[in-house]
């Protein structure tokens, strides 16, 4: 059953991928907005994953995305710094009753405002290294502020969307 719900897994990053680059790196809203969803599939892996696993799979992910947006591992860093972080604000969201009887970051039993809060604190640090990393260059510091607020809201709201029509059954209010 553990083998089969990672093969699931990685077909369903092969279609966040698959969207990312076919779908939402060709999208042109403006200047401001660029979505990102690939992420989608390192916040919801098993709170159980080891470091160790999560760290080199989250690199892989990231270079996969660089390697089709012709970005030199600016995605892998993101990528790798979401991964770093995601254990300490997994253990910092940790609801009341505990993460007992779960397997992993779930909008049906945590509910949507931890699946919001948790989402878009991780979508936020990614967005905000990959476009550091991006420009590089502090001079325009409004320009880039509100180019990666309005990216990570839109991407956190497209990642809610997705894990609303990939959820089964009464989602928690």
């Not at 077909?11 to 690939?38: C, D, E, K």
């Not at 992910?61 to 300490?88: E, K, L, Q, W």
């Not at 990393?133 to 502020?145: C, K, S, T």
């Not at 029509?165 to 928690?172: E, Q």
Request: proline share 5%; hydrophobic share 60%.
């Amino acid at each position: 059953m553990q083998a089969f719900n990672w093969i699931l897994r990685f077909f369903g990053l092969l279609l966040l991928i698959a969207f990312q680059v076919l779908v939402l790196n060709r999208l042109n809203v403006n200047s401001y907005i660029h979505p990102y969803v690939y992420p989608m599939f390192l916040l919801l892996l098993p709170f159980d994953t080891p470091k160790w696993v999560l760290m080199p799979l989250a690199f892989l992910v990231g270079i996969t995305i660089d390697m089709f947006s012709n970005t030199p591992g600016m995605h892998a860093a993101a990528c790798v710094a979401i991964a770093y972080f995601r254990p300490g604000l997994i253990k910092f969201y940790t609801p009341v009753a505990g993460y007992e009887n779960m397997n992993g970051p779930n909008l049906l039993q945590l509910g949507v405002i931890w699946f919001l809060l948790y989402t878009s604190t991780m979508i936020l640090i990614h967005h905000t290294i990959y476009y550091l990393l991006q420009v590089f260059w502090m001079g325009d510091i409004l320009f880039l502020l509100l180019k990666i607020l309005l990216s990570a809201l839109i991407s956190t709201l497209l990642i809610t969307i997705l894990a609303f029509l990939t959820a089964s059954g009464r989602v928690r209010r």
